[in-house]
């Protein structure tokens, strides 16, 4: 066999497949394909190195909200670096940086909020949220109200707690996760679990028995907090139903059990409110953020606690001398100074009000667009987030078989109409593009949706009649 030329043999794409691991990738699958090279972005959309274009329909991983480039961030984070690269937050010491963006993240909150951790990512926070639990319900002398509950497809993160809060197979098996002391409650999904009938305030008023009865029959005095996202992303982009999270918060306060408010996709604007608290009325003790934070520009992530969880840590930590928990880059000087700047721009360009004004092209367009279409079951959104459910039978909403890889096959017929596209479990493709969309930016992607999905129906069909 002749060797690939040595350009590319050296091309980034050989360089990949031969050095790096990647996150959430078939590791045998990419041996064979090779990676999709992004070489440079400009407000929401992408280009590899072929030079071809795509609109990022997920905003990379429903982070990049102000899109693939914004000089302001920039020069937010050159003048940072130059003026203190680096400084740590342990023993007290502290910079201006994290003062603010700490002093703005509280004026923001949905709920009265007392402090400000930073950490890296969603998933240190989720891990970070997990750890004050326990350590608040031990510093009250409550050592065996340990227990969290999660959701059945909710998403939290990779790290080992975090990971055990998610409720995805592919988060746990392999991994021997979760870890004891994880429960996971019902998913809040209409369409897929309400019974023939059941309305939504019913479906979640059975949700709520499901949870109360779970707490009942753990003890209550074990069961410590409960984890949601306002709604569900990577499980499936999964809204809640009508009164869910009135109920659901009714049986957590009769148990004493603290609320956590997993806002890392939903948090700055992407629900049409500056929280997904807000759109669905979350009253959380503890609020975890990221992604948007900081546009994504810089890795960074806070964890917001209510005063009565805030005393709690103080007085643990009083009573062994320090608070044992903590990574190097906790408020990062220069990740925090772009968060600063990202908040700031939200603020003057009114991205709340923008995000409402846009989400109706994107809802009613997804819904006049797609709804009838034959392979769509559900579709369904709030805000610049969205999905839609690909099924094999609409009538009986009987799913594909997953072995035929239905979604991840969209997603590839898509690139090849210059969209990056994000399949769910469930045969979903989920829509969460940068805050900053235009209206005609949103068509344009719709458009170019729909001609991937017809072409994915020509393929489908043309495989059933190959079988019959
Ligand atoms: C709701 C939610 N929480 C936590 C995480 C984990 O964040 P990270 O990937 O930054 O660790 C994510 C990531 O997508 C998320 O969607």
Redesign the pocket.
């Known amino acids: 066999m002749t060797p690939p030329p040595a350009a590319r043999r050296n091309s980034t794409a050989a360089r990949d497949v031969a050095s790096v691991l990647h996150p959430y990738t078939d590791g045998r699958a990419h041996q064979k394909n090779g990676p999709l090279v992004i070489t440079k972005g400009k407000g929401v959309r992408v280009w590899d190195d072929q030079g071809r274009e795509y609109i990022e329909t997920v905003a990379g991983?429903?982070?990049a909200s102000l899109g693939f480039d914004n000089e302001r961030l920039v020069q937010a984070a050159l003048r940072q670096m130059r003026e203190l690269p680096f400084y740590h937050g342990f023993t007290g010491r502290s910079h201006e940086p994290q003062v603010e963006l700490a002093e703005m993240l509280l004026e923001r909150a949905p709920v009265p909020m007392s402090k400000v951790f930073f950490a890296n990512?969603?998933?240190?926070?989720?891990d970070t949220a997990v750890k004050m639990i326990w350590y608040f319900h031990n510093a009250q002398g409550r050592p065996q109200k340990k227990k969290i509950i999660s959701r059945i497809k909710g998403?939290?993160?990779?790290?080992v707690a975090?990971a055990s809060l998610t409720g995805l197979p592919y988060n746990h098996k392999l991994f021997d996760l979760p870890i004891a002391g994880i429960l996971h409650a019902g998913t809040p999904h209409h369409y897929r679990n309400a019974r023939p009938d059941e309305s939504e305030e019913a479906f979640a008023t059975r949700l709520a028995e499901g949870l109360d009865a779970m707490i009942v029959a753990e003890g209550p005095e074990t069961v410590a907090a409960f984890f949601a996202?306002p709604i569900m992303?990577?499980g499936g982009v999964i809204v809640p139903p009508a009164t869910y999270f009135e109920k659901i918060q009714a049986v957590l306060r009769r148990h004493d059990v603290l609320l956590v408010a997993?806002e890392?996709?939903?948090g700055f604007g992407r629900t049409g409110n500056y929280w997904g608290c807000q759109t669905f009325g979350i009253r959380p003790d503890i609020l975890?953020c990221?992604?948007a934070l900081s546009a994504s520009f810089l890795?960074i992530?806070a964890v917001l606690v209510n005063e009565r969880v805030f005393e709690g840590l103080a007085d643990g930590s009083s009573s062994l001398g320090t608070f044992g928990h903590g990574f190097t880059y906790s408020g990062h000087p220069v990740p925090a100074a772009v968060a600063v700047e990202t908040l700031k721009i939200y603020d003057e360009t009114d991205i709340v009000g923008h995000v409402r004004a846009v989400a109706p092209t994107l809802q009613d367009g997804l819904r006049e667009r797609f709804g009838d279409h034959p392979l769509v079951g559900e579709v369904r959104g709030v805000g610049l987030i969205g999905a839609i459910e690909l099924v094999e039978d609409k009538a009986t909403k009987r799913a594909f078989d997953p072995a035929r890889k239905v979604a991840i096959r969209l997603t590839r017929i898509a690139e090849r109409h210059g969209l990056i596209t994000r399949a769910l479990p469930g045969d979903g493709l989920a829509f969460s593009p940068p805050l900053i969309i235009s209206r005609a930016e949103i068509a344009e992607m719709l458009e170019r949706v729909g001609r991937a999905l017809d072409e994915l129906a020509v393929e489908l069909r043309r495989e059933s009649l190959a079988v019959v």
């Open positions: 991983l429903w982070c990512s969603g998933s240190e926070a989720n998403y939290h993160g990779v790290t975090s996202e992303g990577a997993d890392v996709i939903c975890t990221a992604k890795p992530s």
